[in-house]
């Protein structure tokens, strides 16, 4: 890749889990009785079809890894789990007041921090709670995050027997020199016997997460991490772009200099040999950051055009409604966003007085609405198209004049009322998706609020 393109493209901008991004939701307006009435009307419109999807969010670590930038607690003290166990639950128990037939849950992901945090028996009556009021969808997906360190055999047979298939290792980087500089020390030993165990207990899909462009990462680090990375046989991958932020991160990410992580050139470096690493192992690229092999269902939704994203990241299924549990969950009814409390004492406090424990949202409208169509078919399908009256928007003209200079960078092709993104553009992806924030465009931040896109 020319370097001038990575200069040229190397700003700040959103990895768009959600259009409009969180720094341009309309807090103002939004109250918690407009967000009733969303999620309200489209659990009525889709449950019976679609189902809904569940995450929740697991918050308590063990120890601090400088690299992350999720909502989380760091303690050693395992009797938290139980208190936040029962608030969980009990904010389940006060949406599933307010349907007027059992929710059908189609998708369940554990996320966190770190939810092999809790015992294997706890986890179990987390899920043996959200489930008992539901009905499992015929075709569900139950995933979880496990941290390869503390997931025992045990915590993999229970969820197992609960209807998991899905699970992903995080596990960055094998270099001893990098995972003391992001205080996240695991052995390939561990990362090899977590998995393995998967295999044997049957679990369809098992993912790892590495990350590229971390404090002291070398071209080896990251071609040896993903050597073996592919001994082990992982269905799907992502490789992630360290985000180093630590302006809102705080002292979590300064534990080493910012002269110590790779950047610019030598970053996309990392990503487009590690790119091509993977390529030669057989992962395909299906969407920004993600690879999966043939065989993933991931794979297969990608090809089929089905594939979806949304606050989890990539998903396979697409329901309309997702309820985010926990701490910081954020939750999504597909005309509106609604973010948890992130204080543990606060969540607590409004659960105790019975109230569901959102804090802040956005109701999309109808502009939103388009714009975030075109964002997701783009992250999704790497393309998207304006042939329907209903697909264009009065801002168009201008948005393509902006993508000229990426055309002609040969980063995507736009003819026929169509833009497809080419192989050379995927490392752009989000540069271009900033093409049609029309939030952004709008009110460009007058500080940083985001990580460089390279």
């Known amino acids: 890749m020319q370097n001038s393109l990575v200069q040229k493209y190397n700003v700040p901008g959103p990895r768009y889990t959600s ?33 809904i999807s569940l995450y929740i969010h697991l918050p308590f670590c063990e120890s601090l890894c400088t690299f992350c930038g999720c909502h989380k607690r760091i303690t050693k003290r395992h009797e938290v789990e139980n208190p936040y166990i029962k608030a969980v639950l009990k904010e389940w128990e006060l949406y599933c007041d307010l349907f007027d037939e059992k ?10 921090g770190t939810p092999t945090f809790f015992s294997p028996e706890n986890l179990k009556i987390l899920i043996e709670g959200l489930t008992k009021e539901s009905v499992i969808a015929e075709e569900h997906e139950f995933s979880f995050e496990g941290h390869p360190n503390n997931t025992s055999r045990e915590h993999l047979e229970t969820l197992f027997n609960l209807g998991f298939r899905r699970v992903s290792f995080g ?23 977590v998995t393995l165990w998967a295999k044997e207990i049957g679990y369809t899909s098992i993912s790892h997460d590495l990350v590229f462009g971390l404090p002291f990462q070398t071209l080896e680090d990251v071609l040896d991490t993903i050597d073996k990375t592919n001994s082990l046989h992982p269905d799907r991958l992502a490789f992630y772009s360290y985000a180093h932020v630590p302006w809102i991160k705080g002292n979590g990410q300064r534990g080493f200099n910012d002269e110590d992580v790779p950047k610019d ?30 065989n993933d269902s991931m794979f297969t939704a990608f090809k089929e055009g089905k594939l979806h994203r949304n606050f989890m990241g990539y998903t396979t ?11 910081s969950s954020i939750s999504d009814s597909w005309t509106g966003f609604a973010q948890n409390e992130k204080d543990i004492d606060t969540y607590y406090a409004r659960l105790d007085n019975n109230e569901i424990p959102v804090y802040r949202g956005h109701i999309l409208n109808e502009e939103d609405l ?44 736009i003819n026929n009322n169509q833009l497809v993104v080419t192989e050379k553009g995927k490392a752009f992806i989000r540069n271009i998706c900033m093409a049609f924030d029309l939030r952004l465009k709008r009110n460009a931040p007058q500080t940083q609020l985001f990580s460089m896109t390279i």
């Open 19 to 51: 259009y409009p991004t969180v720094p341009y939701w309309e807090e103002n307006t939004f109250s918690y009785s407009n967000w009733k009435n969303s999620f309200l009307e489209t659990f009525k419109k889709s449950n019976s079809t679609d189902g």
């Open 103 to 112: 929710p059908i849950l189609k998708e369940i992901h554990l996320g966190g």
């Open 171 to 193: 596990v960055q980087d094998y270099s001893e020199k990098v995972q003391k500089a992001i205080h996240r020390i695991q052995p390939f030993h561990n990362v090899a016997k």
């Open 265 to 294: 050139d030598a970053k996309r470096q990392l990503y487009e040999q590690g790119k091509i690493k993977l390529a030669k192992h057989g992962f395909y690229e299906i969407g920004m950051d993600h690879f999966a092999l043939e």
């Open 317 to 327: 299924t697409n329901t309309k409604l997702m309820i985010g549990l926990g701490t």
């Open 370 to 413: 388009l714009i975030r169509k075109h964002i997701l078919n783009i992250m999704c399908q790497f393309q998207t198209s304006w042939s329907l009256e209903a697909e264009k928007f009065p801002e168009l003209e201008e948005v393509l004049t902006s993508l000229k200079e990426m055309e002609k960078d040969k980063l995507l092709h």
